[in-house]
């Protein structure tokens, strides 16, 4: 539910990313723009790591890389992060958004308001979540992505994805799980007129670098990846609405985690709308 206040509350965004100075610069300008680059917290991973170029006013902190296994370097990830949350809620901040840094949280164009203000009208929630869109290429259609042009000029089509559809807004400090995907003890709530952009798809053939320096765990997780792609492309319909799919995913919970959202493992392709361009993504 929102309500109308006479102000914009204060708003920290924090992620942490290793070798991911593409995403992160993304990150940076996008979340920046939105809520002042000051408010940005980033957690490096691994004291060799270099400090992205778009970096300006960001707080930054390095850390000593541990070598782990996907799952477990999720563990460890969250538990700093959402550590790192507490503090600044104690340090006066009434909201955070934690994700990673190829996600971007944003506010349907069409309500003519900013994320921020948006934001700081919702009122009794511990956590929201925006639907989870997964943006994929169409290798039938679409060309290797250009890195200097935004993305959603360069992709019309995502996966319609419970994954990605995370309480990644906090109201009042919580314990996230592993990647964000769920708050520990509170169920989570799927806003109307937010929009969680994944685009860790975004190009195959950057996930095809990728996969060439990392350990056979990491690897796996990047060929997940690929499915999106392929979904995408194979794709006969691409249409599917979504609204139905977020009410699916407010109603519908996997068996083995009732606090996630489920949608009967359907894998709805759904056009990207074109308002979303104005976001500059």
Known sequence: MTKKTSHTKKIAAITMARNDEFFLNRWIKYYGSQIGE?????????LDQKTPAGAVKSNITKLPHKEEQVQKGDKTRILLLSDLAKKLFSNGYDIVIGCDCDEFLIIDPALKISLPEYLSNIKNR???????????????????????????????????????TKPIVLFKPAIWGSGFHSVKGHNFHIDKNLYLLHFGSVDFDMIKNKVGDRNPSWKKHLKKRARTIELIT????????????????????????????????????????????????
């Open 38 to 46: 000051e408010n940005l917290y980033i957690y490096l991973d691994g």
């Open 126 to 164: 511990t956590s929201v979540s925006g639907l989870g869109l997964d943006i994929g290429q169409d290798l039938n259609s679409e060309a290797t992505l250009n890195q200097a042009k935004p993305f959603l000029t360069q992709r019309k089509f995502a996966l319609l994805s419970t994954r990605y």
């Open 234 to 281: 194979k794709s006969k319909k691409r249409n599917h609405s979504k609204t139905v799919a977020r009410f699916m995913q407010t109603l519908l919970r996997p068996i083995y985690d009732l606090n996630k959202p489920a949608m009967l493992g359907l894998k709805w392709i759904t056009e990207i709308p074109e308002r979303f361009k104005e976001t500059g993504i």
